[in-house]
């Protein structure tokens, strides 16, 4: 079985590693990790070495079958922090089972094969779990990025990337991965995966999908809740636009008639692509200053760090596929009374 | 009297004054202008020249002795627009009066001078428009800032500037300004103003202050509210931190209880200068590539947008004297259903 | 005829048009005026409001039929200034025409209809005045590029944009006006445009473009030197990349010879598209907190600054069209002694 | 003895290590490293985690009295890498020697305990290295800066930080190591350290520090050069502002005329604080999009890198006290012909 709980600690800097102390004080070891998702204190983009950093003292402290998620920019409120996705002996309600797809070549980033690897992928670690698909609230993705020196090799094999855009290749293997998701959880039928690489309009309420230049492989993190079994549940929906206050306060006030406390809250944001939200128009499209992923972390991260009451919330930024254009996908753990 | 009402609506750029036209529409002059209060789209910093040319636009179009406030950063979700306030010849409930200070001397921007000359602008524009200073739920100041060209006409002149750091003398103008708002609404008792300007934690919960390149003097816009007269209302209170929504939903909801609809919402923000909100470690202060201010003004601008649904709000950054620190003041204009 | 002069002055922000006394001071009048060109100090990207600001103080002073052409982004060293094109009635070694294209449609920014606008209204500005193909040495252009609102407006009409990226649409928007320059000089045949438009590598020697959101039409600036009139000159050469010193050293070189003095160095600048330099990597295209351009303009600056001597000379960012790839065109203006 | 060689390779992240295995291929081992300096890609500033991820990986593969400073940022045409200073058992020409002071406390950070423990160190290590103080051409120093917790710490034990300001306290300190190294090369009387901490303007010509929050002592490494001794040299001089090239030139050209060849250039580079050079006016310290740092180390690496035909050399920014004001301390190290 793969039952799980969750903890969450605060890091004083992306090479603070002091959240195992805190973790094994709370009565567990190292070998217990299934998974480390934090949020680290960089821009989020492309030159972000908070996120390697993070990787880089986090990795020789797990064990090799467990996989880190680390997904840059607190901006605004946010606060860096790490949550702890650790195995339990018996059934608490949550489940989760983690994996890797195979390394991408660079000209494979951002295209159908990306997506049908993580699809692939998916599908063997629900089967190998026995994790039902319909218990499933979230899939947490963490997939590679174009480099300067990436775009170089596939040029130099005659091959074409996706994008020679370095920034813009984030959205694309973002895009793939949500669209392995969404093709997994049968959002999206496999042999429409083709046409939705095209379209940049399919989209899975329950992916979450983080791009870095730390990795070449993908992180795969599957959490799934099933109530009968335990005291800890995952509610998930999306938000439909930015600043859709109502869909979170509606997963919250259930939260609240069930008793229930927030152990945690994960969410995509992404400005509107077409530069307006509710007929308003956004600026962060044409910030050459600021890239569009951290406005979009810093608002809806005040939305819903006001709301949750609570700054160590996982909002990570370009939802391509997450949930509705502009939109996002929302996903709150918590932990009701017995 | 002071009678007047409110009007907002989108600008598609800092140098756009169409707003001009669809205030005609709905059946006012330009004669009857007092103050256009706006949000552009810079950086909200030293270099916004989006705040300059908005300001170079409009002010051919208005009465000479009408005033503009534009305050910059439309960080996140929030929408470039400008708010008039204009006279109204029936009382509405709300009132206003704008002025000015004297031209201030560089090397008095950010002083007690500074704060005493705010001070006494104001109450000699509330003895003169007649409102009484318990119906006051705002003051709006632009107020200038320091230069490079500034901090060295000072040194030429063998004087002291406030501080040599341009983007720092924002923050010492803006808290001079709400110094002198606080001791003209004896919230501060005159003799203490000294005391005040030293201890840097004195504030106003009426007071928003925004500094600027593109002015030498400080611009004034009072606001208050009778709700005897009219069916225009003005509700203040303060967020205690940048995360407080209870402060934003109790607001809200006595508007709602009044059958109120908000037709603006003006807010103060800024990143604890503590580091940490409510225990949690926030990473405004120590982003070296966007200031704090920007940060606050997306952080709050997404938690006050998603709670009023509307993107054009007047959030504005750096709330030194205006509100506790690490919060900041919050005044709700709504029109109840007669 | 059009003999001209050249004349440059520093400005104290961008809405600072004193150097028109400087100008009158030196004998001149506004009507004397064929262009301003200027460093205005923005970022020098999508919302460079500096630029706006500059054109909008300095079109109302000017005759109609002079344009303006304001590059933003005063990185590093440089000093914000305007050069003006003024007109001499008598021979003076330096010649110039301006004028301007139509206004393009949305959709044709960046495309082979915008190249192909710019290269038939500088050959008709070179037939009107007379100025031989063989005497030019610089064709300065200012050209628009896409905001988020004319995307929208393009995929409202079902046509499509040359890019969704504001920030790309201004280097496609740059590399179609430098391609219809090199059309109009013959550097290119007319029946390659289409072939030049598709290929991203071809390039003119004379070309220096910048786009802004300011404009809608191309601003045209075409510049020659015939020796044997005056004592007025151009030399121009091209960078063959970012530290190509060897190009600027050799064109100060032969001035020196000629007992000439500097009045003035345009150049383009870019970061070399493959990601290094002479073999060394540059960080330029993955620095996600700011853009190439701003790097490259920093950078060429420096060394161009450097070695003439004087920040206050003209670098413009983005030589997409504009010298070889990486590199980018180099125009020095001087007087020699006679 | 203290023989040193220096040799100096491309990094592709601030995570690459593969230098290593360079500088075996060259026939050093890790124990004969002295010292690791490079150029990291971060943004150089508060929340630069280029350089923190640089030392982690390099500190665990040499030799726990070596020492490691990494100065983040690389704008413009720099280009990332490492320098390694190596011992040589026979007399090469160039001496070196490291060292560390002791851990400092958040309050004495730049302070004159702060120059004082700087002075005290380079004085001990010259006399134990038996290096000869009128040999010394640089003294390289990685120095502590404050971050938003070492603020809280201090103000909590009720001591006053040198600022407030995270950023600024990356040029106090600087300031501070400076003067320790003036003192300690007698350019400063050690009577009259308090004075030159006061006054801001003192400097040394030999001095280039660099500050970060990966470390809380201060890395010393000192470079001496004795032509006698064998066929690596140092030149020293200083940039009078950001566009001396003259400094440059004429060093370069004694190394030229000793038929040597450039192995490294080290420089430091800074926005003149007075906000002008040359009498022209620069933006470095009112732009509040790129911290001023940036600026001048964009300008002043193009500059070098332009001069010396390569782009991997050493340029800081942040000159406090490190040449003079607006200016900047200048190092090459060459290989002569024998």
Chains 1, 2, 3, 4 share one sequence.
């Not at 949550?94 to 159908?112: C, D, K, N, Y």
Request: net charge negative.
């Amino acid at each position: 079985m793969a039952s799980i709980n969750i903890l969450k600690f605060g890091v004083s800097s992306p090479a603070d590693t002091t959240p195992l102390k805190k973790l094994k004080a709370a009565g567990y070891e190292a070998k217990d990790i299934l998974g480390v998702v934090g949020k680290s204190e960089g821009n989020g983009c492309v030159n972000d070495f908070s996120r390697t950093l993070s990787t880089h003292v986090w990795e020789p402290l797990i064990p090799e079958s467990a996989i880190t998620i680390f997904s840059g920019g607190t901006e605004g409120v946010l606060s860096p922090h790490v949550t702890f996705i650790v195995k339990e002996s018996e059934p608490t309600g949550l489940q989760a089972v983690v994996g890797r797809t195979r390394m991408l070549e660079p000209h494979e980033i951002g295209t159908s094969a990306h997506a049908q690897e993580v699809a692939s992928s998916i599908r063997a670690l629900l089967q190998q779990s026995g994790i039902s698909k319909d218990h499933v609230h979230l899939v947490l993705i963490k997939c590679p990025l174009l480099t300067s020196s990436k775009v170089e090799i596939i040029k130099a094999a005659s091959k074409t990337p996706v994008t020679t855009d370095t920034y813009e290749s984030m959205a694309k293997s973002r895009y793939a991965s949500a669209v392995g998701i969404a093709v997994a959880l049968d959002e999206i039928e496999e042999d429409n995966l083709e046409a939705a690489m095209q379209s940049e309009d399919c989209w899975s309420s329950k992916a979450s999908c983080s791009s870095g230049a730390e990795l070449e492989d993908n992180h795969i993190l599957i959490l799934a809740s099933n109530p009968s079994l335990g005291t800890l549940r995952a509610a998930s929906t999306y938000m439909d636009d930015a600043i859709d206050a109502g869909a979170i306060l509606r997963t919250l006030e259930q939260v609240k008639r069930e008793n229930g406390e927030v152990l945690q809250v994960f969410a995509k944001a992404e400005a509107d692509p077409t530069g307006s939200i509710r007929g308003k128009r956004h600026t962060m499209n044409t910030d050459s200053d600021i890239h569009s992923t951290r406005h979009a972390r810093a608002a809806v991260g005040g939305l819903i760090a006001g709301l949750a009451g609570d700054p160590q919330v996982y909002i990570s930024g370009g939802a391509e596929g997450q949930g509705p254009p502009g939109g996002g996908s929302l996903c709150v753990i918590y932990r009701v009374e017995t």
